[in-house]
Each structure stands twice: as structure tokens, then as C-alpha cells.
């Protein structure tokens, strides 16, 4: 088991009062902790095969079933969840707001519920809102990934009916910055850093005193290209392939998300493997696993730029950043920027819980969604 880092001022005894569950619904998976303060005493990571998934035409429809899962696998782990004192889920794609800690109430469920964007993370603020109320707490979510702090000017595109959306790992990204502070003893809101989250998709942003004032979007529009995604494509040749009369708007839409970036390169998203092939001198495999590093090379190159080469730290985090190999390179080319640090894993549901219980222990307020 893990164990949470936490910033000097919280009192971890006066934490250790608190327990709460945190919920990340994913694409494949279900992952759940309980945290009593900052000590993880449940964990579970449910994966979901295809056959189970597409038994449901949306992710609205995966809901009861999801709900369902949580409950059964928390029950048979021997926990009462009439014990917990907050239920926090993962945020899902609402409308743009800012960086924080939002209790869940109608406004964000009929906002999830309605969004034409299906993704899993949309059912997190669902499903804690239903446990919360069955042993009366509150539910929370935290830095969903459409936190968008960005400046004005990060905003525009070439075309104006177009502006570009904020869409990154908000959550782990605002985690691992605070936690990179946390250990060098510095206040996060004092520093300019550059984290790249990567993992099925790959986020570069710019934290600049606490704000993140770019980022790349890291679902469907820019950026390295990924395991699972395309990254920036030329738009000319994108339109032409649109137009080809070979795809539909679906088929489409799945190469920019689900079939592209090392899935279209390569046959498959599994980094780990990909490196192993590389390594064992597969040219294919190499060469896909070069082009989405120097992606995320470049990209920082570009977050430093807007930070105007005042930065304290590059910051590498995700599950990819457990490869040697890759953060070798990325460090090899960035370290002349700042000082390169590595905090490998998603750490998700540990960025959930702590967000929940500075809530609890009154660090910070929670904020309404509107």
C-alpha cells in the first residue's frame, strides 16, 4: 500500500479522524481506496473487459452497474461504509471551471448527465453522490479535467468559430506539483514548473504560481502523440482523410482517440511492452516510442517558453514515467531547462482523498459548481 504525502501545516493526527472513499472511474476499470487520514486501508482496481462494457450503448448506462461493482467489492473486503465521512469520485467533462474542491450537487449531476461527451470519468460525481447519501455525507469531486486557468491569449486559434478547449490531467497534474513542493519545502503557489502527465493520453502544462496558464488538450485536439492518441496532425491532411470518403465521422473521431498514437503506429498501447520490443531491436516499436517521447520533449520546450524560462522543476508523472528509458531521454534533452524530477504512477485516487480530507480538516472550502 501507498501512503499519502501531505503539505507541513495538516495536523495527521487530527486526519486520522477522517475516512474516505475515493472513486476513479475509468474507460476500462473501476478503481476505489479508503482512506483513514492518510493511510489507504481499502484498495481495489476492478477491470472491465470488453465483452462487460459493450453490453451498454453509452456511459450513462453503465451507472447502476458501476455503483453496483463498488458496493460489492467494498462489502466483500469486510468495510461498512456507514463509517465514511466524505465520498469523493472523479470529475468528469463539465463546463470549464476553476482549479479546487466542488461538493456535488444537482447543477454537476444534470450537467454530467447531459453532456454529449460520454467518458467514464463523467459517472465518478454520479456514483459518490449515490454512496455519500446512503450513509449521509457529502460527496465531492476535485481538478476534473477541464479545469481551465489558462491565459486569455492560450485561448485563441487560427480559425474563429474555433477556441481551443482545456482538457488535461488536472488532478494529478495539480497533485504532483503540490507534492514536488511539499518535498522540497517550498509553497506550490511561489513556483513555475512544467509537468507532463503521461499515460493512455499525454498533458503538458505550464504551472505558473499555482495556476496552470497552458496545456495542451490532452483528449482530442494537441499535443505528443500518445498511446491511445494522435496528438497535433497536420489539418490538411486531416480534413483530406475526413473527406477521403473512407471513414465516417465516428471512425474518424476514433483515430484521433482510441485507435491513434501508438495504437495506429504500432497495433497496440501498451507501452511497457513497446519498450521491451524496442529494446530487443523491434524498428517499428523504436521508432513509435521515440516519436511520442520527443512529442512530450517538444511540448516542454514550449511550456518553458510561456513560463519565459523561469522554471523551478520539470515534472514527470503518469504511468509511462516509470520507464527508465523514456525519462532518460526526456531528461537528457530538458535538463538544461530545470532540474528534471520524476513522480511515476497516475495517483489519482491518492489526489482524491487528500483533496477530500483538506476539505474535512477545514485546510480549504469547498466550492459550488454553477
Excluded at 226 to 235: C, F, K, L, V
Excluded at 287 to 312: F, H, P, S
Excluded at 344 to 356: F, I, V
Aim: net charge negative.
Amino acid at each position: 500500500m501507498t501512503t499519502l504525502s501531505t503539505s507541513a501545516p495538516l495536523d495527521l493526527e487530527a486526519l486520522s479522524h477522517y475516512t474516505v472513499l475515493a472513486i476513479n472511474t475509468g474507460s476500462t476499470s473501476t478503481k476505489v481506496a479508503v482512506y483513514r487520514g492518510t493511510t489507504p486501508i481499502v484498495e481495489a482496481s476492478i477491470a472491465h473487459s470488453t465483452e462487460e462494457i459493450s453490453r451498454f450503448s453509452s456511459v450513462p448506462e453503465q451507472y447502476e452497474w458501476r455503483k453496483e461493482v463498488i458496493l460489492e467489492t467494498l462489502l466483500a473486503k469486510g468495510f461498512d461504509i456507514n463509517t465514511l465521512s466524505a465520498v469523493i469520485g472523479r470529475g468528469g467533462l463539465l463546463h470549464p471551471i476553476e482549479s479546487g474542491v466542488y461538493e456535488v450537487n444537482e447543477q454537476m449531476l444534470n450537467d454530467l448527465r447531459t453532456t454529449p461527451q460520454q467518458h467514464a470519468s463523467n459517472l465518478g460525481a454520479m456514483i459518490a453522490s449515490e454512496i455519500a447519501s446512503l450513509c449521509q455525507v457529502k460527496a465531492y469531486i476535485a481538478d476534473p479535467v477541464v479545469v481551465d486557468e489558462r491565459d486569455e491569449v492560450a485561448r485563441f486559434t487560427g480559425i474563429k468559430q474555433i477556441q481551443s478547449r482545456s482538457i488535461f490531467h488536472a488532478l494529478n497534474q495539480k497533485a504532483t506539483a503540490r507534492r514536488y513542493a511539499d518535498d522540497i519545502g517550498r509553497c506550490y503557489e511561489d513556483m513555475n514548473l512544467v509537468v507532463a502527465h503521461m499515460g493512455g493520453g499525454i498533458s503538458v502544462a505550464a504551472h505558473r504560481k499555482g495556476k496552470v496558464v497552458d496545456c495542451n488538450n490532452a483528449l482530442d485536439g494537441d499535443g505528443p502523440i500518445a498511446p491511445e492518441r494522435a496528438g497535433t496532425i497536420p489539418a490538411g491532411d486531416l480534413i483530406d482523410l475526413c473527406y477521403s470518403g473512407e471513414y465516417s465521422h465516428k471512425q474518424a473521431r476514433e483515430l484521433l482517440v482510441g485507435k491513434g498514437g501508438l495504437v495506429s503506429l504500432t497495433g497496440s498501447n501498451a507501452v511497457k511492452g513497446l519498450v521491451e520490443q524496442a529494446e530487443a531491436g523491434d524498428k517499428v516499436a523504436d521508432d513509435a516510442i521515440n516519436a511520442m517521447t520527443y512529442g512530450v520533449i517538444k511540448y516542454i520546450g514550449q511550456m518553458a517558453a510561456v513560463l519565459r524560462g523561469e522554471v523551478d522543476a520539470v515534472l514527470l508523472t503518469g504511468g509511462i514515467a516509470h520507464s527508465k528509458r523514456i525519462t532518460d531521454q526526456i531528461r537528457d534533452y530538458c535538463r538544461f531547462i530545470a532540474p528534471v524530477e520524476i513522480y511515476a504512477g497516475e495517483n489519482e485516487l491518492e489526489a482524491l482523498a487528500m483533496n477530500a480530507l483538506r476539505v474535512l480538516h477545514g485546510a480549504i472550502e469547498s466550492k459550488t459548481y454553477q
